[in-house]
């Protein structure tokens, strides 16, 4: 009998394209006193996260967060059914991720500032320091006509320093939870996608599933820290957001940090989401995600 209700069950699945649901084994590593995560479910995170003693999205002792890197959101995320429980994840997954990319940043931006104190020093740079400034001009879209060798690096310097400096943490996570829902919207699921990031006349990428006559699609990132580097990138390029290097530059000189909460507001328009600065700023304020702005990563010993 029992063999019998299985064979029509089977013979069902076929009829009706009905798929059991199986998920990926857990991948674990570690490299450099980092933890890397990969096809957790929420309950296999979890427990990563408590022999981390991560219990909450608070930081551990002296504001520290554990460098734990998990790849994609957890397989069964969308199951969750309680909303605080859901953000509160999502928030500890994205906190060291954005951690680590204003590591990234922060050595570009020591970088540049070596080669600012050389230039002072020496009124020249080495072919390689011309090179690496090149290569951050090209890579943070500054562009000047300036012929002159040493006007131009002055130039690139000075222009540099304001985009090339941090984001904070705060303003990282509550951009890509207004986006992505909290990481329940289609591109956040399918594509690792936390901020609709967009690909234009392509076939490359997520489909969307209206206004498919605009000629866009979502673009698909390997991994959430690739989602939150191009965010990022954007954030420091991107010609928008001038406003906010401004107010972060002037922070930065006055009191040595970068707080999400002093310069959200030059955030206008920054999104096409309605009252996107006003919601922003709620929602870094509800979940106290200034906090996570003088956090560092704690790797593991």
């Known amino acids: 009998m029992i063999k019998k209700i299985s064979y029509i069950f089977f013979i069902f699945t076929i009829i009706i394209g009905y798929t059991i649901p199986s998920y990926a084994k857990i991948k674990i590593s570690t490299f450099g006193n980092i933890t890397y995560v990969e096809n957790a479910t929420i309950e296999e995170l979890e427990e990563v996260f408590k022999k981390h003693k991560y219990r909450r999205f608070r930081a551990l002792d002296n504001d520290s967060y554990p460098a734990i890197f998990v790849k994609t959101l957890p397989i069964d995320f969308e199951t969750v059914s309680t909303q605080k429980y859901r953000n509160e994840l999502f928030i500890r997954i994205l906190a060291p991720l954005a951690l680590k990319i204003n590591e990234e940043i922060s050595n570009e931006r020591q970088t540049l500032l070596r080669i600012e104190s050389d230039f002072l020093k ?13 290569f951050f001009a090209k890579k943070y879209d500054y562009h000047t006509k300036e012929k002159d060798p040493q006007n131009k690096i002055r130039l690139q310097i000075k222009n540099l320093k304001y985009r090339i400096n941090t984001v904070p943490p705060s303003i990282i996570i509550a951009a890509a939870a207004m986006e992505s829902n909290w990481g329940t919207s289609r591109p956040a699921r399918l594509a690792n996608n936390l901020y ?22 979502f673009k698909i990132f390997n991994s959430l820290i690739d989602s939150i580097r191009s965010f990022t990138l954007t954030f420091n390029s991107n010609i928008n957001f001038e406003p906010v290097w401004t107010a972060r530059y002037d922070m930065d000189k006055r009191i040595g940090a970068i707080l999400g909460e002093n310069i959200a507001y030059s955030l206008s328009n920054a999104s096409n989401l309605p009252n996107y600065v006003g919601i922003l700023d709620y929602t870094t304020a509800f979940y106290d995600l200034f906090a996570i702005d003088i956090g560092n990563l704690k790797r593991g010993e």
């Open 196 to 217: 609709k990031e967009k690909v234009w006349f392509t076939t490359e990428g997520l489909e969307p599933l209206e206004n498919k006559e605009d000629g866009y699609r």
């Open 122 to 134: 020496n009124q020249s740079l080495s072919d390689n320091q011309i090179k690496k400034l090149d």
